[in-house]
């Protein structure tokens, strides 16, 4: 048997190493690109093409704003209500400098009597003619599930948890009179007020995630609608319209959520004493019409708000212990009564109003409340 010499060994070995890189390094090189491609598309989401002209839908939207701004008042006026995704989203956009006014701590819960004007961003642009007040019309309480809080971080679970089942949102209409000529206008602004349950004294610090849910609650506009005619003309009904933009966990899903809340405020000249308020939910598939002394009692728990969503903390704080955003898990609103989507379009079909319910808030809020 003839003898293998130790030179002959390598180079079989190194005939074998050029045949599998000549197979084995487009293998790599292909496993290696699909891994990058896989890496990169769980960590920057790619837009799909609907996904992108949707967002040039809704950036020239955002260019786009028909509303009336009354500088003397600070007060802005719509005359039809966005009800598309697209519309929504730009009019959410728009309104950025709109988001509700958050109390700050140790201020009275409540008002009964007009005071200088409080609240203006810019005190330069104060008219010195204006006095303030504001009417709590619904409270919003935050609870979390059991199976929740088992996934916050056990050393901040209890503070956490004790904290958010401790206190709730009063969301309160801001209304101005003219000193002068004692003539009233609802503003198109929210208030919002965090305060301890049972308590009805003073308003507490915002926190997160409190901070960014209430910054997701947008003044849109005001609309405003004569009440009588001619002679028998009392004073003008007027609509503050809230667009709320939430984020829904379906199906351990996050999805996007619009909805409204529409607050009609009416009475004398002199005083604006009746309040009508209109929630929608399931992104607007149900309207929920609100008992008219909701906003008037403080909440002793959570099951008294008119308003209860249980939520799950999807971010932290950069110390990985206190929430910072949350989704909605489920919302429950206590109601004095609750109309369809589906019965509205049959209502404005057998009235014969033409167009979406954009165009007609005024005549499907006294549909709805009439229930």
Not at 139 to 150: K, L, V
Not at 180 to 209: C, M
Not at 210 to 217: G, L, R
Not at 231 to 238: F, H, L, N, V, Y
Request: glycine share 4%; proline share 4%.
């Amino acid at each position: 048997m003839p003898r293998i010499h130790w030179k002959h060994i390598v180079a079989i070995l190194g005939l074998i190493g050029c045949v599998a890189m000549f197979f084995g390094l487009p293998l790599l090189r292909s496993q290696r690109w699909e891994h990058t491609e896989h890496s990169s598309r769980s960590h920057v989401p790619v837009k799909s093409q609907a996904e992108i002209e949707e967002e040039n839908e809704i950036t020239a939207a955002v260019a786009t704003d028909e509303s009336q701004y009354a500088p003397e008042i600070g007060i802005r006026y719509v005359k039809q209500i966005p009800t598309t995704k697209v519309a929504m989203e730009a009019a959410f956009r728009q309104r950025r400098s709109d988001a509700a006014i958050m109390l700050p701590a140790s201020e009275p819960l409540f008002m009964t009597h007009f005071a200088r004007e409080l609240y203006r961003d810019d005190p330069t642009k104060r008219a010195s003619s204006l006095l303030s007040t504001r009417r709590a019309v619904f409270s919003i309480g935050i609870d979390i599930n059991d199976s929740d809080i088992r996934q916050i971080p056990w050393l901040s679970r209890s503070s956490v948890v004790s904290f958010v089942q401790g206190h709730f949102v009063s969301l309160q209409a801001w209304i101005v009179q003219d000193e002068l000529t004692d003539q009233w206008h609802l503003h198109h602004r929210p208030i919002a007020a965090l305060a301890h349950y049972g308590n009805r004294h003073s308003t507490h610090t915002f926190v997160s995630p409190i901070t960014e849910t209430v910054a997701d609650i947008r003044g849109l506009g005001v609309i405003r609608r004569e009440v009588g005619h001619g002679e028998t003309k009392t004073s003008m009904a007027q609509t503050a319209v809230w667009l709320f933009k939430s984020i829904r966990m379906a199906e351990s899903i996050p999805s996007t959520y619009y909805d409204y809340a529409f607050v009609r405020v009416s009475g004398s000249d002199l005083e604006p004493n009746r309040f009508t308020v209109v929630l929608t939910a399931n992104n607007r598939t149900e309207w929920h019409s609100l008992s008219a002394s909701d906003g008037a009692h403080v909440p002793y728990r959570s099951s008294d708000t008119s308003t209860l969503g249980f939520v799950h903390f999807t971010e932290y704080a950069s110390d990985g212990l206190h929430p910072k955003a949350s989704a909605t898990r489920s919302l429950r609103i206590q109601s004095k009564s609750v109309t369809t989507l589906d019965q509205i379009v049959a209502y404005l079909a057998k009235s014969e109003l033409e167009g979406d319910w954009g165009n007609h808030l005024s005549e499907i809020l006294d549909f709805v409340s009439a229930k």
